[in-house]
């Protein structure tokens, strides 16, 4: 029988004193423990790495100055031992038997193993499936899918390690960094998936600046618009349209849910130049809030 693969978790965590002890009770409650634990102080001006040294087998990893979420997680991982990574924020839980169903897909071939999730709000309110029940695809090629749309949280997150020292999170991008760490992962294997709620992501205030038309502009777009132009040689026509129509079509969507017309008006355009047809389409909870 094959041993189980050893797996570090890696933390970001910037002032998260108030959320990480509920973030590291929840790795620790595990029923397939980690082997290590390293929460990656990103200059906190808080109690965060003392409350994190407080908790047992917990290792900190310190930046002398705040460089973000990105470089956060390049440093927790090239400190880490594990042959698998799993990614938890600092104010996100697992619920138990997260880590051993996961592992139990690390596999030979495999480039990115996930799960289901559920958001919360303030005071713990359930605010559903993080992306609204929406298809998730798996295998070889789901790379292709991930150009289209983001169907994988963070906190739901392994891979091997030595495939992420070698790609890196990209340090220059303050958002959609973990989208493009996500297709990179699926163009060197397979992605599996657990299709069951394993990890609970609870969205801050601070967590809608996620959504802003801006950063869909100037970051996820032409991210998108690079993997396109650089596999090109791999996608038909009709592919590279679908993927420009559903990507263009949601940031018109966010920017409507934050009140940005003139920015919703050339985003829909172009996803309908791309050929995108209006359906039906569930905002993310936390533009739902905002809108309201």
């Known amino acids: 029988m094959a041993s189980t693969p050893s797996v570090s978790v890696v933390i970001p965590a910037h002032n998260a004193a108030g959320t990480i002890k509920r973030a590291l009770a ?20 808080d109690a965060t790495s003392v409350v994190a040294l ?36 600092a104010d996100d839980v697992w619920r138990p038997q997260k880590l051993e169903k996961q592992l139990a897909e690390a596999r030979e071939g495999v480039s990115l193993v996930f799960c289901a999730s559920q958001e919360f709000g303030r005071d713990s ?14 295998g070889a090629n789901a790379w292709k899918d991930l150009l289209r749309r983001n169907f994988v949280a963070t906190p739901t997150v392994m891979a091997p390690r030595a495939l992420l020292a070698r790609l890196r999170f990209d340090e220059d991008m303050p958002v ?24 609970e992501v609870y969205v801050q ?3 809608l600046s996620r959504y802003r038309a801006s950063d869909q502009g100037r970051y996820v777009l032409p991210m998108i618009r690079h993997h396109i132009e650089r596999l ?3 996608l038909a026509r009709r592919e590279i349209r679908a993927i420009l129509a559903e990507r263009y079509a949601n940031a018109g969507h966010i920017a409507l849910a934050n009140g940005d017309i003139a920015r919703a008006g050339v985003f829909f355009s172009r996803a309908l ?20």
């Open 125 to 138: 309110r359930p605010l559903g499936d993080t992306f609204r029940g929406r298809d998730v695809k798996t």
């Open 176 to 199: 959609g960094e973990d989208q493009d760490m996500w297709i990179r992962l699926g163009l060197e294997g397979a992605l599996a998936y657990v299709p069951e709620t394993l990890a």
């Open 232 to 234: 090109r040689h791999r």
């Open 273 to 292: 130049f791309a050929g995108y047809r209006p359906s039906t389409w569930t905002a993310p909870a936390a533009l739902r809030r905002q809108a309201s």
């Open 54 to 89: 407080s908790f047992p087998n917990v290792r900190i990893v310190r930046l002398a100055e705040r460089r973000g979420a990105a470089a956060a997680r390049n440093a927790g991982i090239a400190a880490a031992k594990g042959a698998w990574i799993a990614f938890l924020d």
């Open 205 to 207: 205030p601070e967590s």
């Open 26 to 45: 929840s790795v620790l409650a595990q029923t397939l423990p980690a082997d290590e634990v390293l929460v990656v102080d990103d200059a906190s001006g």
